[in-house]
């Protein structure tokens, strides 16, 4: 067997020549370009990974920006009107502008960032400003003339951008580690939030009866939303409701209502929140309520515990019983009624919208305001004459027509009722105060 080995590969004293290969000689001539070429991918490594981690980094300290940004705008709107540890409370002046702005920078810098907090630089890292939030159109609009001027028609709204920039005082930027090999030693960051307060859209306290709304001038609800005390009597204005509790006639005025589908008949509901076993759901126009006429002994002496828990506040610092209103002091229990038109009792019913005014050119809305002062038994020596055994129990009561707050969700369309939920309405958006 003969082996033939080309030239290239053999001397002429038959010695191997693979060292002159074309393919040997590439080789060894780039071994020098492997070092440069392995210096630039760790150069280039490490650019991407200080791209990752300082990015990151630059990611956490803006979701904490935007943190201490939603807290501070939740914080100044809610201080716009007055809330108190009592779910329903009267609104005598809003806004608060000055509560709102301090709230809510005071609740931004009790945040920190990036390990620092956030009032080391005392005011020159958060900006707040108050306008006025559209719920229709979803826009804001700035206020420069403040609340002395613009009132509670014209700011419902904080908007609050905290930032770190070299302007941001002693907190200044966010530091960067490996970027900064390539020059990029700081980043400013900042975050914006909007939130909005508003009249109610839906109602989250306990209700105890709901409100037959008729338009007929004539008819009860129509009256009852037209009592204007008179200087000589100011107590004229009080009305009695009758609850009704037969089962077979129409209700004329309202009835027990409650939540409905909820498990429970209205009696029984009512019963068992006095007793502390069930808390109200939320609910608005279009929402189902179920009716009730006439009410057992128990609710009728809880609903007198009630009243009397209340009156018990009278003069002090938690003063529930005194609600000023139009130069008038209106005497009981503030709650927020669910307004409907079915007038049959023993079934469900939508909450309704009349968008309506009371006799003051208020809006009437899903909910009104209205004071109990006190509940009769017919048989009860100093019940109304009106309290006939046929028509139940009555109730004393007179609507409230100045502006009062429900613990609730906010977005309805105007009325005197305010919401005391503020909601984030807008996030990343920095208005300009020009």
């Not at 960051?189 to 307060?197: D, E, H, I, Y």
């Not at 129509?222 to 409701?241: D, R």
């Not at 515990?305 to 609600?323: E, I, P, V, Y």
């Amino acid at each position: 067997m003969i082996i033939v080995v080309p030239k290239a590969f053999v001397s002429a004293k038959g010695e191997d020549t693979m060292k002159s290969h074309p393919i040997t000689r590439f080789l060894q001539e780039r071994r020098g370009a492997a070092g440069m070429m392995t210096a630039l991918l760790i150069i280039i490594f490490v650019a991407i990974l200080a791209i990752v981690i300082d990015l990151g980094h630059l990611h956490g300290v803006r979701n904490e920006l935007q943190n201490a940004a939603d807290a501070a705008a939740l914080a100044g709107a809610r201080a716009l009107i007055q809330i108190a540890d009592y779910p329903v409370v009267p609104v005598p002046d809003p806004p608060y502008c000055g509560l709102a702005r301090t709230t809510a920078r005071e609740t931004a810098q009790r945040n920190k960032s990036d390990g620092t907090d956030l009032t080391v630089s005392a005011d020159l890292n958060v900006d707040v400003q108050l306008g006025w939030w559209d719920w229709e159109t979803n826009t804001w609009t700035y206020k420069a003339s403040g609340c002395a001027l613009e009132g509670a028609n014209a700011i419902n709204a904080v908007n609050v951008v905290v930032r770190r920039n070299a302007e941001a005082g002693s907190i200044g930027p966010v530091a960067m580690t490996l970027a900064a090999l390539f020059g990029w030693e700081t980043a400013n960051v900042k975050a914006s939030s909007t939130a909005a307060v508003g009249y109610l859209k839906k109602n989250c306290t306990f209700f105890l009866l709901a409100l037959l709304y008729k338009s007929d001038p004539d008819s009860w609800f129509q009256k009852f939303i037209s009592q204007i005390p008179n200087s000589e009597n100011p107590g004229t204005h009080f009305l009695t409701l009758n609850t009704g509790s037969d089962k077979d006639k129409k209700m004329d005025e309202g009835a027990w209502a409650d939540m409905a589908n909820n498990g429970y008949a209205p009696a029984n509901f009512i019963k068992n929140y006095f007793k502390g076993r069930v808390e109200p759901g939320c609910v608005g126009a279009g929402d189902e309520v179920d009716l009730q006429g006439g009410v057992d002994t128990s609710i009728l002496h809880s609903i007198k515990d009630k009243l009397a828990d209340l009156r018990s506040t009278a003069g002090s610092g938690n003063d529930q019983w005194n609600h000023s209103c139009q130069e008038y002091n209106y005497e009981g229990w503030l709650m927020c009624s669910p307004i409907v038109q079915n007038d049959q009792l023993n079934q469900t019913s939508p909450i309704v919208n009349p968008e309506s005014n009371d006799g003051w050119g208020n809006p009437i809305n899903a909910f009104i305001p209205i004071i109990i002062r006190n509940i009769y038994n017919p048989n009860d020596k100093n019940a109304p004459p009106e309290c006939s055994t046929y028509q139940g129990h009555c109730i004393e009561m007179a609507y409230y027509p100045c502006p009062a707050a429900c613990e609730g969700e906010v977005g309805g369309p105007a009325g005197t009722i305010f919401g005391t939920r503020p909601k984030l309405v807008q996030f990343d958006w920095f208005p300009s105060a020009d």
